[in-house]
């Protein structure tokens, strides 16, 4: 079955830098886009970051873009989200996800606080 493993969430000081990490099993990895989703307390979930399959393409929410990166491991079967520049309203449950043969897996979620 499908399973996606998050870790790296963390508390970190506005201006600086985590990188998540979600590991994926159950699917073959490389064939399918990743995303990660955050979703902070009283919002909807916000796509902040996908990277499609081979050759892997990119795409950034604007208000993330320049600051997050998003990348793959196919080997290691992780996809990483390395935040940089943290501000506050950054603060939010971070969650990857995939869209397997029409079904939308998720994982846990991490927590990410950025704050004084």
């Known amino acids: 079955q499908v399973q996606l493993v998050e870790s790296g969430g963390g508390q970190v000081q506005p201006g600086g830098s985590l990188t998540l990490s979600c590991a994926a099993s159950g699917f073959t990895f490389s064939n399918y886009a990743m995303s990660w989703y955050r979703q902070a307390p009283g919002k909807e979930r916000e796509m902040v970051a996908q990277?499609?399959?081979?050759?892997?393409?990119?795409w950034y929410a604007d208000v993330v873009k320049g600051r997050f990166t998003i990348s793959r491991d196919n080997a290691k079967e992780v996809v990483y989200l390395q935040m940089n520049s943290l501000k506050p309203e950054d603060t939010a449950v971070y969650s990857c996800?995939?869209?397997?043969?029409?079904?939308?897996?998720w994982g846990q979620g991490t927590q990410v606080t950025v704050s004084p």
């Open positions: 996800s995939c869209r397997v043969q029409r079904i939308d897996f």
């Open positions: 990277i499609n399959s081979i050759p892997g393409a990119t």
